[in-house]
C-alpha cells in the first residue's frame, strides 16, 4: 500500500479549540505539561463550559474542539459539553483521554457526536509505559481503547517521544493494529510545567528530549512503517531542513488553548507563562494587552522558533563559528503520512 506524505500548511481556513476544562487528573505522568500555578485548579461549571464554547461559535469555518484536562472524563458535565458542542455546529469533537474514561462516558456520548477519542500512551508495553505514566496505566488505557473501539468509536493514540522511549518507538506498529487505532499522533517531549523538574536526573528513568539525529534516524521510518499498514501518522516537523523558511502558526493560524482559570494562549510553549493573548474575563473573551506572546510571534532569530529559544533552548546546537546547526520548527508544525492505493 503506497503512502503519501505532506507537511500540513498552516491556513486561517479552520479554528482549533483546545479546551482544559479542568487541571485535575487520576495520574501523575511525569511528562505532564498542566501547570496549577499558571492553568488554576478549578473544575469549570457546565454553564460556563457552554458560555466559552459559544464564544467561537458561529464562524464562517470549520471549527474544531478537543476536550482536554488533566483527565477531561473526571469532569461530570464533559457529556452535556460534547452535547453542546455537537449542537453549535462545531466540525469535528475530540476527547483526549488517559483510557481510564470516568464517568460512564463511552454510555453517555454516541460516536455519532465524538469524532475521535484519543488515547495516551507512551510505550508498547507495561514494562516502557508505565515508569512514565503511571502503575497499571498501560493495561488500563489498553482496555479503554479496546472497550471504545468495540462500541464503535474511532480511536486514536498519541505517543510522546522521549530518550525514554524512542527506541521502542518502532514496536508500537503491531499494538496500534491489533488496538483498532486509526490515527497515530507522535508528540515531541515539551520542557514544561512539572517536566521542568522532572529533568534534573533524579528518576530512575531520565524524561529529556532527543537529539535531532535520534530523532530523525527513528520517527520518520516508523511513521512509514504505520502509514504501510493503513495508519494515518502525524507528526511534529521540529527540525527545519537546510533552505526550508520559518514560519509561526500564531501568525497564520487560529488555535487557542483555553484552561480553566480563563486564560487563552495562542502558543502552547508559553503555556507556563502569564504572556497569554487572551483570556475569559465575564465570560468574554478579551485580548490582553502587551507584552505578551502575541508580540513575539513576528521576532525573526537565525535559530528559528523564538519562543523554543527563550523556553527551552536545550534542543538548539550550534556550529564553532556561532551559527545554528539547524532551525527549529514552530511546535505546530506538522508532518502527515497518510495511506492510499498505489
Known sequence: MAVKKKTVAFTKNAVNVFFHILTRCNLNCRHCYINPDQHGTQTLDISTIRIWLESFMPDSRPVNVIFLGGEPTLHPDLAPAIHHAKHLGYASITIDT???LFNDILLNVTPDE???ISFSLDGPTAEINDPIRGKDSFDTCTAGIRKAASRGFAVSLIYTVSAANINHLPDMRPLL??????RFFIQVLGIRGPSIQNNSGQNEVGLTQVSQTNWQAIVPDVAEEVAAVGISVTYPKVFLSPGEPFECAGNVAD???IFPNGRVYRCPLCEDYP???LAFENDRLILQPSINEADLFHLAIPEGCVINKLVQPGNLAYEKDGRPSYQIACCLLKEE???GKS
Do not use: E, K, Q, W
Open 98 to 100: 488517559n483510557g481510564y
Open 114 to 116: 465524538v469524532d475521535y
Open 177 to 182: 493494529s491489533d488496538l483498532g487505532v486509526t
Open 255 to 257: 488555535n487557542y488553548f
Open 275 to 277: 504572556i497569554h493573548a
Open 337 to 339: 503520512i497518510r495511506h
